[in-house]
Protein backbone atom coordinates (compact mmCIF):
# COMPACT_ATOMS: atom_id res chain seq x y z
CA UNK A 1 0.00 0.00 0.00
CA UNK A 2 1.59 3.34 -1.11
CA UNK A 3 2.25 5.65 2.10
CA UNK A 4 1.04 8.67 3.14
CA UNK A 5 2.65 11.53 5.43
CA UNK A 6 0.36 14.24 7.15
CA UNK A 7 1.49 16.38 10.15
CA UNK A 8 0.52 14.82 13.31
CA UNK A 9 -1.20 18.03 14.57
CA UNK A 10 -2.68 21.56 13.73
CA UNK A 11 -3.98 24.26 15.24
CA UNK A 12 -6.81 26.80 13.82
CA UNK A 13 -9.33 29.27 14.37
CA UNK A 14 -12.88 29.56 14.19
CA UNK A 15 -13.87 31.04 11.20
CA UNK A 16 -10.46 30.86 9.28
CA UNK A 17 -9.48 28.59 6.14
CA UNK A 18 -7.84 25.10 7.11
CA UNK A 19 -5.49 23.54 4.81
CA UNK A 20 -4.31 20.44 5.77
CA UNK A 21 -1.00 18.75 3.71
CA UNK A 22 -0.32 15.35 2.76
CA UNK A 23 2.58 14.02 0.77
CA UNK A 24 2.23 10.71 -1.19
CA UNK A 25 5.67 10.51 -3.15
CA UNK A 26 5.28 6.79 -4.12
CA UNK A 27 1.35 7.17 -5.09
CA UNK A 28 0.71 5.10 -8.69
CA UNK A 29 -1.25 6.59 -11.70
CA UNK A 30 -4.54 4.70 -10.33
CA UNK A 31 -4.58 5.44 -6.78
CA UNK A 32 -6.98 8.16 -5.83
CA UNK A 33 -6.67 9.90 -2.91
CA UNK A 34 -9.17 10.04 -0.05
CA UNK A 35 -9.75 12.09 2.94
CA UNK A 36 -11.79 10.79 6.09
CA UNK A 37 -12.29 12.38 9.43
CA UNK A 38 -12.98 11.12 12.96
CA UNK A 39 -14.43 13.34 15.24
CA UNK A 40 -14.15 12.31 18.58
CA UNK A 41 -15.95 8.92 19.93
CA UNK A 42 -17.30 8.79 16.46
CA UNK A 43 -16.44 6.64 13.99
CA UNK A 44 -14.26 7.90 10.40
CA UNK A 45 -16.75 10.15 8.00
CA UNK A 46 -16.09 10.56 4.49
CA UNK A 47 -15.21 13.93 3.18
CA UNK A 48 -13.98 14.09 -0.13
CA UNK A 49 -11.65 12.13 -2.83
CA UNK A 50 -10.08 12.82 -6.25
CA UNK A 51 -7.60 11.48 -8.77
CA UNK A 52 -6.11 14.12 -10.61
CA UNK A 53 -8.19 17.25 -10.84
CA UNK A 54 -9.13 19.96 -8.44
CA UNK A 55 -12.43 18.86 -6.24
CA UNK A 56 -15.14 20.62 -4.40
CA UNK A 57 -18.12 19.33 -2.60
CA UNK A 58 -20.04 21.07 0.50
CA UNK A 59 -17.39 19.85 3.37
CA UNK A 60 -14.36 20.67 1.42
CA UNK A 61 -11.86 21.02 -1.06
CA UNK A 62 -9.14 18.77 -2.53
CA UNK A 63 -6.72 20.22 -4.03
CA UNK A 64 -3.98 17.89 -5.96
CA UNK A 65 -0.45 18.84 -7.21
CA UNK A 66 -0.08 18.53 -10.79
CA UNK A 67 2.35 15.61 -10.39
CA UNK A 68 0.08 14.32 -7.88
CA UNK A 69 2.67 13.78 -5.17
CA UNK A 70 0.89 15.66 -2.81
CA UNK A 71 -2.43 17.12 -1.68
CA UNK A 72 -4.18 19.79 0.38
CA UNK A 73 -7.51 19.53 2.01
CA UNK A 74 -8.77 22.83 2.63
CA UNK A 75 -11.54 23.71 4.98
CA UNK A 76 -12.75 27.13 3.75
CA UNK A 77 -14.17 28.48 7.53
CA UNK A 78 -13.84 26.26 9.82
CA UNK A 79 -15.69 26.00 12.52
CA UNK A 80 -15.30 23.97 16.09
CA UNK A 81 -17.27 21.30 14.73
CA UNK A 82 -14.54 20.42 12.67
CA UNK A 83 -12.01 19.62 15.05
CA UNK A 84 -11.19 16.08 14.12
CA UNK A 85 -8.49 13.88 12.75
CA UNK A 86 -7.87 13.83 9.35
CA UNK A 87 -6.79 10.92 7.39
CA UNK A 88 -5.50 11.21 3.82
CA UNK A 89 -5.35 7.74 2.39
CA UNK A 90 -4.56 6.59 -1.07
CA UNK A 91 -6.79 3.66 -2.29
CA UNK A 92 -6.00 1.77 -5.58
CA UNK A 93 -8.69 1.63 -8.19
CA UNK A 94 -10.82 -1.22 -6.92
CA UNK A 95 -9.28 -1.88 -4.06
CA UNK A 96 -11.71 -2.35 -1.13
CA UNK A 97 -9.89 -1.72 1.97
CA UNK A 98 -9.08 1.96 3.58
CA UNK A 99 -5.35 1.79 4.85
CA UNK A 100 -5.10 4.37 7.65
CA UNK A 101 -2.37 6.10 8.83
CA UNK A 102 -2.41 8.44 11.95
CA UNK A 103 -3.57 11.20 11.00
CA UNK A 104 -3.35 14.72 11.69
CA UNK A 105 -5.30 16.20 14.84
CA UNK A 106 -6.58 19.40 13.73
CA UNK A 107 -7.74 21.74 16.81
CA UNK A 108 -10.08 24.69 16.26
CA UNK A 109 -9.89 27.45 18.75
CA UNK A 110 -12.54 29.66 19.34
CA UNK B 1 -25.77 9.24 12.63
CA UNK B 2 -24.66 7.27 8.91
CA UNK B 3 -27.41 5.06 9.39
CA UNK B 4 -24.76 1.86 10.40
CA UNK B 5 -25.39 0.80 13.45
CA UNK B 6 -23.32 -1.47 15.41
CA UNK B 7 -24.32 -3.73 18.91
CA UNK B 8 -23.02 -3.13 21.62
CA UNK B 9 -21.67 -0.17 21.80
CA UNK B 10 -19.15 -1.34 24.92
CA UNK B 11 -18.49 -4.91 25.92
CA UNK B 12 -16.30 -5.74 29.22
CA UNK B 13 -15.59 -9.15 29.42
CA UNK B 14 -12.94 -11.27 31.02
CA UNK B 15 -9.67 -12.51 29.18
CA UNK B 16 -10.70 -16.31 27.73
CA UNK B 17 -14.15 -15.40 27.05
CA UNK B 18 -16.05 -15.60 24.01
CA UNK B 19 -17.61 -12.19 22.46
CA UNK B 20 -19.43 -11.68 19.18
CA UNK B 21 -20.74 -8.08 17.70
CA UNK B 22 -23.47 -7.76 15.14
CA UNK B 23 -23.11 -4.46 12.25
CA UNK B 24 -26.17 -3.64 10.75
CA UNK B 25 -25.21 -1.48 7.55
CA UNK B 26 -27.35 0.77 5.79
CA UNK B 27 -30.28 -1.03 3.48
CA UNK B 28 -28.95 -1.06 0.49
CA UNK B 29 -25.51 -1.38 0.57
CA UNK B 30 -23.75 -4.58 -0.65
CA UNK B 31 -20.76 -4.24 0.62
CA UNK B 32 -19.71 -4.65 4.41
CA UNK B 33 -16.37 -3.79 5.93
CA UNK B 34 -14.77 -4.35 9.23
CA UNK B 35 -11.82 -2.40 11.30
CA UNK B 36 -10.36 -2.15 14.46
CA UNK B 37 -9.06 0.42 16.12
CA UNK B 38 -6.45 0.93 18.98
CA UNK B 39 -5.80 4.30 21.23
CA UNK B 40 -4.16 6.82 19.45
CA UNK B 41 -3.79 4.85 16.32
CA UNK B 42 -6.24 5.13 12.92
CA UNK B 43 -8.44 2.11 12.02
CA UNK B 44 -7.31 -1.48 10.61
CA UNK B 45 -8.87 -3.54 7.71
CA UNK B 46 -9.81 -6.44 9.08
CA UNK B 47 -12.47 -8.18 6.73
CA UNK B 48 -14.95 -7.33 3.44
CA UNK B 49 -17.87 -8.94 2.79
CA UNK B 50 -19.93 -8.06 -1.20
CA UNK B 51 -23.57 -9.20 -0.35
CA UNK B 52 -22.44 -12.71 1.93
CA UNK B 53 -19.58 -13.60 0.14
CA UNK B 54 -16.04 -13.01 2.52
CA UNK B 55 -13.82 -11.80 0.14
CA UNK B 56 -10.41 -10.32 1.68
CA UNK B 57 -9.16 -10.76 4.87
CA UNK B 58 -6.18 -9.29 6.73
CA UNK B 59 -3.40 -11.28 8.39
CA UNK B 60 -4.48 -9.50 11.60
CA UNK B 61 -7.92 -11.60 11.54
CA UNK B 62 -6.62 -14.39 13.02
CA UNK B 63 -7.61 -17.69 14.03
CA UNK B 64 -9.72 -16.97 17.03
CA UNK B 65 -11.80 -14.26 15.03
CA UNK B 66 -14.45 -14.49 12.65
CA UNK B 67 -16.62 -12.76 10.67
CA UNK B 68 -19.91 -13.42 8.57
CA UNK B 69 -22.79 -12.36 6.62
CA UNK B 70 -25.25 -15.24 6.54
CA UNK B 71 -27.93 -13.42 4.32
CA UNK B 72 -26.21 -10.43 2.79
CA UNK B 73 -27.36 -7.89 5.30
CA UNK B 74 -26.06 -7.60 8.97
CA UNK B 75 -22.71 -9.68 9.99
CA UNK B 76 -21.57 -10.33 13.57
CA UNK B 77 -17.68 -10.53 14.22
CA UNK B 78 -17.02 -13.21 17.03
CA UNK B 79 -14.14 -13.17 18.91
CA UNK B 80 -13.21 -16.66 21.17
CA UNK B 81 -10.76 -17.10 23.92
CA UNK B 82 -10.22 -13.04 24.44
CA UNK B 83 -7.06 -11.91 25.17
CA UNK B 84 -6.03 -8.37 26.74
CA UNK B 85 -4.62 -7.34 23.49
CA UNK B 86 -8.05 -7.64 21.66
CA UNK B 87 -8.80 -4.66 24.04
CA UNK B 88 -9.79 -1.99 20.71
CA UNK B 89 -12.96 0.23 19.28
CA UNK B 90 -13.90 -2.58 16.55
CA UNK B 91 -15.63 -0.52 13.52
CA UNK B 92 -18.11 -1.48 10.96
CA UNK B 93 -18.55 0.48 7.78
CA UNK B 94 -20.89 -0.30 4.65
CA UNK B 95 -20.91 1.12 1.11
CA UNK B 96 -22.34 0.72 -2.56
CA UNK B 97 -20.93 -1.02 -5.52
CA UNK B 98 -20.57 1.52 -8.15
CA UNK B 99 -22.99 -1.14 -10.19
CA UNK B 100 -25.95 0.28 -7.46
CA UNK B 101 -26.02 3.89 -7.81
CA UNK B 102 -29.95 3.92 -7.25
CA UNK B 103 -29.53 5.18 -3.73
CA UNK B 104 -28.40 8.42 -4.87
CA UNK B 105 -25.10 8.09 -2.69
CA UNK B 106 -21.32 7.79 -4.12
CA UNK B 107 -20.62 4.58 -4.73
CA UNK B 108 -17.11 5.02 -3.45
CA UNK B 109 -17.17 6.16 0.34
CA UNK B 110 -17.11 4.09 2.85
CA UNK B 111 -20.03 5.29 6.28
CA UNK B 112 -18.86 3.98 9.35
CA UNK B 113 -21.36 3.15 12.27
CA UNK B 114 -19.72 4.48 16.03
CA UNK B 115 -18.31 1.03 16.96
CA UNK B 116 -18.23 -1.36 19.71
CA UNK B 117 -15.88 -0.62 22.35
CA UNK B 118 -14.10 -4.33 23.76
CA UNK B 119 -12.02 -4.04 26.75
CA UNK B 120 -11.01 -7.72 27.82
CA UNK B 121 -9.75 -7.66 31.70
Known amino acids: DAKTTQPNSMESNEEEPVHLPCNHS???????IHWYRQLPSQGPEYVIH???SNVNNRMASLAIAEDRKSSTLILHRATLRDAAVYYC???????????FGQGTRLTINP | DTGVSQDPRHKITKRGQNVTFRCDPI?????LYWYRQTLGQGPEFLTY????????KSRLLSDRFSAERPKGSFSTLEIQRTEQGDSAMYLC???????????????????FGPGTRLTVL
Open chain 2, 93 to 111: ASSLAPLFRGSGRVGNEQF
Open chain 1, 50 to 52: GLT
Open chain 1, 89 to 99: ILRGQGAQKLV
Open chain 1, 26 to 32: TISGTDY
Open chain 2, 49 to 56: FQNEAQLE
Open chain 2, 27 to 31: SEHNR
